[in-house]
């Protein structure tokens, strides 16, 4: 049955990862690559939704295999290792692979009436991606529109400049790009986060609040998608900017759980147990956002300022007679200890946060697939 074919699956698979079903995606893009193995096609979506789940070794594996079989002739090969170079860093490589994959689809016999056309355009689209990630506003900016003089149905191209034009201060044109990009794929929770983030630019924090819970209702299960830790992550940062604090406290403890060497959320947590109060808990906090990013020691010495200064006048309102149970905070001379600054050697962040710690900039590669 054609259901069952290397054909079939392989739509299958960019049907599950288009609707945001990574685990059914993996699987059918894996059944397919077992039923031919020397099937090149559907292999840059499969090769980009490994990039998305972090999945370092499976993509290292899928695109030394391509390229190894197709270096001179299949654009997907050179896409699979533009995504592995970009998993580790390496952007500038990334765009070497996808500047090589833009001149083979340009010199390939197109293999059906779309299929060359579709495979330009993500090219270029991921070329803009990674262009932002190195800050070539520039670059990113003609790399999506060239990908959508190719194909204008391209959402990831409409959503990349949505996110150049929101970097920039610009709401009125990010909320445009992204309502085109949404117009084309309304079922997928990153494209419809994305309001939220216009919101938020605007300062209509209650509106982009609806958003966020909106999207994380559809976001119900840890891990079940990419954007459930981004989601949970900027509903918190809402929260505590309208000065909800426990119901902030409340969504940023499991999150912790989840992305455990994350700087953004202990950091954000320890402000908001301050505000609670809870200041043995806030210490604890920020010093653990210390040991995973030293660099931003200031950040955290400003934050442990605040903290020992509420404490310091909590204690005087209170006539100088706190109990010595209290939450009482260490000062600021914490970051004096050279216990602090031997722990703070471990800043290497984890899997499981690079995809929320860049994902303003970054996981729109989830979108990267032909509309096939």
């Known amino acids: 049955m054609q259901k069952n074919s290397a054909w079939g699956l392989g739509l299958l698979g960019r049907t599950c990862f288009e609707a945001g079903r990574y685990t059914e995606a993996q699987q059918a893009f894996a059944a397919s690559s077992a039923a031919a193995g020397y099937r090149?096609?559907?292999m840059?979506?499969?090769?980009?939704?490994?990039?998305?789940?972090?999945?370092e070794q499976g993509l290292a594996q899928l695109a030394a295999g391509l390229v190894a079989a197709g270096r001179t002739w299949s654009p997907e090969a050179w896409v699979a290792a533009a995504n592995s170079f970009s998993l580790d860093g390496d952007h500038r490589a990334a765009q070497r692979s996808l500047t090589r994959a833009v001149q083979l689809?340009?010199?390939a016999v197109p293999r059906d009436a779309s299929g060359?056309?579709?495979?330009?355009?993500t090219a270029h689209a991921l070329l803009g991606h990674e262009s932002a990630a190195l800050d070539e506003a520039a670059r990113a900016q003609q790399a999506f529109r060239t990908a959508l003089r190719i194909d204008e149905r391209h959402y990831s191209a409409w959503y990349g400049l949505g996110l150049g034009y929101l970097r920039q201060g610009k709401p009125d044109l990010a909320e445009y790009h992204f309502a085109r990009?949404?117009?084309?794929?309304s079922q997928n929770?990153?494209?419809?986060?994305?309001?939220g983030a216009v919101h938020e630019l605007r300062g209509d924090y209650a509106r982009a609040l609806h958003v966020y819970e909106r999207v994380g209702g559809m976001l119900t299960a840890p891990r079940a998608h990419p954007a459930t830790s981004l989601v949970a992550f900027k509903r918190a940062r809402v929260l505590v900017v309208l000065e909800r604090f426990g119901e902030a406290a409340a969504v940023l403890e499991p999150l912790l759980q989840l992305c455990p060497r994350e700087f953004n959320v202990p950091f954000l947590l320890g402000q908001t147990y301050t505000r609670l109060r809870r200041y043995r808990e806030a210490a604890a906090c920020l010093a653990r956002a210390l040991d995973i990013a030293p660099e931003h020691a200031q950040s955290v010495r400003e934050a442990f300022d605040a903290l020992y200064q509420q404490s310091a006048e909590e204690a005087v309102d209170d006539g100088g007679n706190m109990d010595p149970a209290d939450d009482t905070p260490p000062s600021s001379h914490y970051f004096d200890s050279p216990s602090v600054h031997a722990?703070?050697?471990?800043?290497?962040?984890?899997?499981d946060w690079r995809a929320l710690g860049s994902a303003d900039d970054r996981v729109e590669r989830a979108l990267d697939f032909d509309l096939q």
């Open 181 to 185: 990009a949404v117009a084309l794929n």
């Open 40 to 42: 090149v096609r559907d």
């Open 105 to 107: 689809h340009r010199g």
């Open 44 to 55: 840059d979506a499969y090769s980009t939704l490994l990039w998305h789940m972090r999945d």
């Open 189 to 195: 929770p990153l494209l419809l986060q994305s309001a």
């Open 116 to 121: 060359a056309a579709t495979g330009l355009a």
């Open 343 to 351: 722990g703070a050697q471990h800043s290497g962040l984890s899997s």
